[in-house]
């Protein structure tokens, strides 16, 4: 028996998996904050500091818009694999 091989199992795997990446870009739009922070501490220009603020930002949003579209696209393609497999067993049943 193949381990991934029903629905739930690889809806479950998928989600797993965007949360790794949302998790990983996530960090690194943590780590271009800390950047930021050094560079404001460090006196850089405020040209520089606008900039690496906004990209942080863009990352952030990116992530969260992409991360909940994966969700309910992996939630979708379930819901309609299951459906599919009821009218399956409700046809075979008769």
């Known amino acids: 028996m193949k381990l991934f091989s029903s629905n739930d199992s ?9 949360i790794f ?3 990983f870009i996530a960090l690194a739009a943590l780590g271009l904050q800390k950047i930021v922070e050094l560079i404001e501490y ?8 606008y900039t ?6 863009i990352v952030l949003i990116a992530d969260v818009v992409w991360f ?3 969700i309910f696209k992996s939630t979708y393609f379930s819901i309609l694999k ?12 008769k």
């Not at 690889?10 to 965007?18: G, M, P, R, S």
């Not at 690496?52 to 930002?57: A, G, H, L, N, P």
């Open 10 to 18: 690889h809806f479950a795997f998928e989600t797993l998996k965007n």
């Open 21 to 23: 990446w949302f998790t």
């Open 42 to 49: 460090s006196g850089g220009g405020t040209y520089l500091i």
């Open 52 to 57: 690496m603020s906004t990209v942080e930002y």
């Open 68 to 70: 909940l579209a994966e």
């Open 82 to 93: 299951t459906i599919d497999d009821i009218k399956d067993f409700k046809k075979n049943r």
